[in-house]
């Protein structure tokens, strides 16, 4: 993780679902800044940048980063999807592009962190 990265707190582990994602303005910036998922029993963290046009947000409503199953991330800006655990593009115009993963804790008490720099 990045030198400078903080330890953030996001929420309970168990509030996200598997098949659910949450997105998080940790700075107060009016949009999110990261998004995190569950999918097999395990949260994974990207920004909410799509790799297909350098920080374009991805969501199209609040929390809206998944499909309907809940099996892909989507950028409902031009329709690229996302495996879940690896962030990898499998369909779409950036396709083989990765989103670009967080950092996450989640430490004995069962709270989640994201480890995070201010330019995130
Ligand atoms: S900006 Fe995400 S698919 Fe085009």
């Known amino acids: 993780m990045p030198e400078n990265a903080r330890r953030i707190w996001l929420c309970r582990r168990d509030d996200i679902a598997d098949g659910v994602a949450r997105g998080f303005d940790p700075f107060d910036r009016g ?22 046009v350098d920080g374009a947000p991805m969501a199209w409503r609040r929390d809206g980063y998944l499909n309907s199953s809940g099996t892909r991330i989507v950028c409902y800006a031009h329709g690229a999807q ?39």
Not at 86 to 111: A, I, T
Request: aromatic letters at 12%; glycine letters at 14%.
């Open 82 to 120: 996302f495996l879940p655990e690896s962030g990898r593009c499998v369909q779409g115009p950036c396709l083989g592009q990765y989103l670009q993963p967080v950092p996450l804790e989640v430490d004995g008490g069962g709270e989640l962190y994201a480890w995070l720099t201010n330019r995130e």
């Open 31 to 52: 949009q999110d800044a990261l998004f995190v998922l569950s999918h097999g029993g395990q949260v994974y963290g990207y920004r909410n940048a799509c790799p297909h």
